[in-house]
C-alpha cells in the first residue's frame, strides 16, 4: 500500500528555518516526480516545490523560490524541503506527494497523487 509520511513541521518565529521530510513506501520511488505542496484552510492546494525522478530538475512556486529548496535521497526513499526565511504568509499544511512518472517537474497540483498526511508549519511574526 502506498504510504507517505511528513515530518518536520513545526512553530517558528518569521526568518527562522526548517526543514520537512517524508518518507514513501508502497511504490517504486525512484521513477516518480515528487512534490511539496500546502494546503491553508479554505483554501485549495498549492503547489510549492517539485522534484524530477533523479533530482536532475527542480520547480518552486514563485512565492518560494529562493528561499526553499527541494531534495531527495533515492536511497532511503526520502524527499525533503530545506524552507528558510519563513514568512507568516508560509503558514500551512505541508504535503508530498507523487508526481508524474518520468516526466518533468510541472506545478500542476491536479498531477499530483498518493498524498501524506501532511506536517504543520506555523510562522509567527
Known amino acids: 500500500q502506498v504510504q507517505l509520511v511528513e515530518s518536520g513541521g513545526g512553530l517558528v518565529q518569521a526568518g527562522a528555518s526548517l526543514r520537512l521530510s517524508c518518507i514513501a513506501s508502497g511504490r517504486p520511488f525512484n521513477v516518480y516526480t515528487m512534490g511539496w505542496l500546502r494546503q491553508t484552510p479554505g483554501q485549495e492546494r498549492e503547489f510549492v516545490a517539485a522534484?524530477?525522478?533523479?533530482?536532475?530538475?527542480?520547480n518552486y512556486a514563485d512565492s518560494v523560490r529562493g528561499r526553499f529548496t527541494i531534495s531527495r535521497n533515492n536511497a532511503e526513499n526520502k524527499v525533503f524541503l530545506q524552507m528558510g526565511n519563513l514568512k507568516p504568509e508560509d503558514t500551512a499544511v505541508y504535503y508530498c506527494a507523487f508526481g508524474p512518472e518520468f516526466r518533468g517537474v510541472p506545478s500542476n497540483v491536479d498531477l499530483y497523487n498518493a498524498w501524506g498526511q501532511g506536517t504543520q508549519v506555523t510562522v509567527s511574526s
Open positions: 522534484i524530477s525522478w533523479n533530482g536532475g530538475n527542480t
